[in-house]
């Protein structure tokens, strides 16, 4: 890697930090139940609802596999099967209070690992890295 190329260095740090989500470290140092955090994640950022199916798909698993996820969190307490009122065919998954709660416990510990990480930035510094971050994950998307 050429340590000239700014693209090459945003390369390699977007590696390092799929290498960081593939393991899941934040959760798993947060105590959360790895991998069952990973539906606490995808319930959480979903725009509506999501059954079994839509959790695959977020996920990027098998219906099978999603399956014995949501089964992990339904019998951790962190989740619940809830019928769907618009259509009784199907059924939600929702997040109890319980679920809730460990998703703030790794909200907090993964805020308080990015502050450390950027403990003696300037204020100034943390809003441009945020701004910027923001505009290109924004533009990955596109």
Not at 22 to 39: K, L
Not at 44 to 62: C, F, I, K, N, Y
Not at 92 to 118: D, P, S
């Amino acid at each position: 890697m050429d340590k000239g190329d700014p693209v090459a260095a945003v390369e390699a740090a977007m590696v390092a930090i799929r290498r960081r989500q593939t393991r899941r470290t934040f959760a798993v140092e947060a105590g959360g139940p790895d991998p069952v955090q990973e539906v606490l994640d995808a319930l959480e950022a979903a725009p509506e609802p999501l059954g079994v199916s839509g959790v695959a798909t977020a996920l990027g698993v098998d219906q099978p596999r999603a399956s014995k996820l949501v089964a992990a969190a339904v019998s951790a307490g962190l989740v619940r099967r809830e019928a769907d009122q618009a259509d009784g065919r199907r059924t939600n998954l929702v997040l109890t209070a319980a679920g809730r709660a460990q998703l703030e416990v790794v909200h907090n510990y993964r805020r308080e690992r990015f502050a450390a990480a950027m403990d003696g930035w300037t204020p100034a510094e943390r809003r441009a890295f945020a701004d910027l971050l923001t505009r290109f994950l924004t533009a990955l998307d596109r």
